[in-house]
């Protein structure tokens, strides 16, 4: 089989990550990098062991198939003339910044039968991959996504750099449409939104509670499930859960009745899986396991989160009299 020619369009923090992966697979080509800024693409270019690029469109025609890292304000631009050129495209979160955006890029992609991908990369978290057969119409669910202060990513509001991973995972389990959405938040240290905290309610009655923060002092990941048949917990940075569940006779649970298991997944490699997903849709023309369309429902739901807590005055900074 004809190897894949892949590329990678903006190789800063995440990019770079990219390209490491990439390089390391014998089934594809790597055929180069770009970035704008000539000393970063040459350096990861030479890293790697292949051709850096300035401009992403001197790519058209030598490429296959991209992951785009740019700047979230780029990803249309970028994304679009990819896909006008018939090259499948890997584009990291959030998949534009406007759903008209990117209902645009879906239907380009569809009409001309190209995969798009969204880089939703805890969707590949191995602990996640392993709750996915145990997760059962969930009733209530509660996120905590807290991370140390870094300028990187404050280009956009938290909810759209962090909470739009919890979104996602939370609307692959529950599959339902939002019935009701409160949210608050505040700019603290940047222009724009750094903690947030939303409360939605699902149309099939479920409930979710999801906070996200960049300046806390600490960084955690995790969320917990609650359904029927018991608890659900995942903790994404150390990649392990625990599930609650009911059984007669067991005693080593504080709760009576039920029976609790903690797994932990160390091995596993969350952005490499989602290399390998983002190829094998490539070679067989398949569905992504990210599709555009829910990188789409997961920007409205984050947009709609957004447009609330700025509408409703509750947006303060350190640096206002």
Do not use: W
Not at 1 to 17: E, N, S
Not at 168 to 178: E, K, Q
Not at 304 to 318: A, E, H, L, P, V
Request: with cysteine.
């Amino acid at each position: 089989m004809k190897k894949v020619r892949v590329a990678v369009a903006g190789v800063g923090y995440l990019g770079k990550f990219h390209a490491e992966k990439y390089a390391k697979m014998e089934d594809i080509e790597l055929v180069g990098v770009v970035d704008t800024r000539k000393a970063q693409a040459e350096k990861i270019a030479g890293n790697v062991g292949v051709k850096a690029f300035f401009d992403y469109r001197d790519l058209f025609g030598l490429v296959d198939a991209v992951s785009i890292a740019v700047p979230t304000p780029l990803h249309f631009k970028i994304g679009k003339e990819f896909l006008e050129h018939d090259i499948d495209v890997l584009i990291e979160k959030p998949i534009t910044t406007t759903v008209e955006e990117a209902d645009e890029l879906i239907e380009i992609a569809d009409k001309r039968n190209l995969v798009l991908q969204v880089g939703q990369l805890e969707r590949f978290n191995p602990a996640v991959t392993a709750v996915k057969h145990i997760v059962d119409h969930p009733i209530f669910i509660e996120s905590n996504r807290l991370g140390i202060y870094k300028e990187r990513g404050t280009d956009v509001s938290v909810v759209l750099d962090l909470m739009i991973h919890d979104i996602d995972i939370i609307s692959n389990f529950v599959r339902s449409g939002i019935k009701y959405c409160h949210a608050m938040g505040a700019s603290v240290v940047s222009n724009n939104i750094d903690i947030a905290n939303a409360h939605l309610e699902f149309d099939n009655g479920a409930v979710a509670n999801v906070t996200a923060s960049r300046i806390s002092n600490k960084n955690e990941r995790k969320i917990r499930l609650f359904q029927k048949d018991g608890y659900i917990s995942v903790d994404f940075a150390n990649r392990s859960i625990v599930h609650v569940q009911p059984c007669v006779g067991e005693n080593n649970c504080p709760i009576p009745g039920m029976h609790l298991e903690e797994k932990c997944f160390t091995d596993g490699d969350a952005l490499e899986d989602e290399i390998r997903s983002f190829i094998h849709a490539v070679e067989s023309r398949k569905a992504p396991e990210v599709s555009g369309q829910m990188g789409r429902d997961a920007l409205k739901i984050a947009l709609s989160i957004t447009q609330q807590i700025q509408k409703s005055g509750r947006i303060y900074s350190g640096n206002n009299p």
